[in-house]
């Protein structure tokens, strides 16, 4: 093991060993390089010639770039042109950070991580593998989730992904989700929560989210070591009144010493910046020390590093200068007035009751996102490919559940949607 990984571990093992065992080989194992190549940039930082970096510049020191791309860009050559760290910016970590405690209330004075910028939430998902599954390992998740899971944790880590009953009495299924995390013993749990969930737009209501909080305490009290990883990358698109808004890393950050919580997030959906690529990763847990988050984020560091180096500087730099835009917030209230119209458009064309013949809507409230589950007989491939064909209408399969991105639908067109569904189900009878 290199010496700069011992050096870490050592600080985690120190100050909260419960999080060193949640830890996977991989996690113990990595490391943000401070000495080499990067600790002798560093060193070398303000010298008159400066022939460390692996990045060409203008004589008069400035990045070198093409005039034809740099006519398109307004931002400062400095903010677009060089490499970011692997960190991602010390100025967008810090103003994301205040925007989590901006947007959950709950978390004020809970000490948090400074979050470590990723390539979305696709590759932050795929880092807390990385940290904190082992081949062969579990993670629990709900039994509609989202299918990229599977390519990232089973698929690349060979973690197994073990399922809990999403729904019961069109409600979250505690029970189900209690009997799994109980399942095998007292040991290391791994679970994630997706709230709003894709693909079905589900958000526990407040109620809930206690009740789910409750259940991961009393399995932490009961010795089980438990690392959430919270998805969030659809918070704050909810719809409805009594709907928990908070994330739920909110309630779980400084939940029990047993409990590490991870939130996974980003402006992909948020933001409507699916091109962007820039997510975050922030931990939060009981009896934490600074030294201990200083530590997690130079494992975090390490692996971003080591995977793809680090995240685009003009993405970030984009970002940056958004959030400090005073416009900032009534565009994005403009942007949710849509998504909310669309959600109630939803909401009023599944009043029709002939709709129950075929098909009945799965319990969403939020999101982008909501599902319908196919009646006894009908198939659901067969239907999506005579809605493509017949009525012009693209929607996603998953077992007998078609997925509807209202998101990308014009709420006048909610309607045609589902009398093209109940259509095409009434075609594949005949």
């Known amino acids: 093991m290199n010496p700069q990984a011992e050096e870490l571990n050592k600080i985690i093992q120190a100050k909260h060993p419960v999080v060193y065992d949640l830890l996977s080989d991989k996690g113990k194992n990595i490391f943000f390089p401070k000495k080499g190549i990067l600790g002798q940039t560093a060193d070398a930082k303000g010298t008159k010639i400066n022939a460390t970096i692996g990045a060409a510049v203008e004589d008069n020191g400035s ?67 990385y940290l904190f599954l082992n081949e062969g390992e579990k993670v629990i998740v709900p039994d509609l989730f989202w299918g990229n899971y599977n390519l990232i944790l089973n698929h690349a880590y060979g973690a197994e992904v073990s399922k809990f009953n999403l729904f019961k009495d069109g409600g979250f299924d505690i029970d189900s989700f209690k009997t799994k995390l109980a399942e095998g013993g007292i040991g290391k749990k791994v679970l994630i929560l997706n709230f709003p969930n894709n693909p079905t737009g589900y958000t526990p209501t407040t109620d809930e989210i206690k009740d789910i909080v409750r259940v991961i305490k009393e399995s932490a009290e009961q010795g089980n070591k438990i690392v959430v990883f919270s998805d969030d990358a659809y918070f704050g698109l909810v719809y409805e009144d009594g709907i928990e808004k908070e994330s739920i890393f909110s309630f779980l950050c400084d939940l029990h010493e047993n409990v590490l919580a991870l939130k996974i997030d980003g402006p992909t959906k948020e933001d409507y910046v699916w091109g962007f690529r820039v997510g975050f990763m922030t931990y939060g847990i009981k009896g934490v020390d600074a030294d201990l988050y200083t ?3 130079a494992k975090t560091a390490g692996a971003v590093r080591g995977n793809i180096s680090n995240a685009a500087n003009i993405s970030q730099s984009l970002l940056l200068k958004a959030f400090e835009d005073e416009a900032y917030q009534a565009q994005k209230a403009e942007k949710f007035d849509i998504m909310n119209k669309r959600y109630h458009a939803v909401k009023e ?12 809507a799965l319990p969403y409230n939020s999101g982008y996102f909501m599902c319908v589950q196919l009646a006894d007989g009908l198939d659901g491939e067969q239907i999506r490919k005579i809605l493509i064909d017949n009525y012009s209408i693209g929607l996603i399969n998953l077992n007998n559940v078609l997925r509807v991105a209202f998101s990308a639908v014009a709420a006048a067109d909610v309607k045609e949607l589902f009398e093209g569904i109940y259509h095409a189900c009434k075609d594949s009878k005949q």
């Open 349 to 360: 064309a599944l009043k029709d009751e002939k709709y129950t013949e075929y098909f009945t």
């Open 295 to 297: 530590a997690l984020e």
């Open 63 to 129: 990045p070198m770039r093409l005039g034809s791309i740099e006519s398109n860009v307004k931002l400062d050559p400095s903010l677009v042109f060089p490499y970011a760290p692997s960190y991602g910016r010390p100025d967008i970590r810090a103003k994301w950070k205040s925007m989590i405690y901006e947007k959950n209330p709950t978390l004020r004075n809970k000490e948090l991580s400074l979050p470590v910028v990723t390539n979305a939430l696709t590759h932050g998902v795929s880092m807390a593998g």
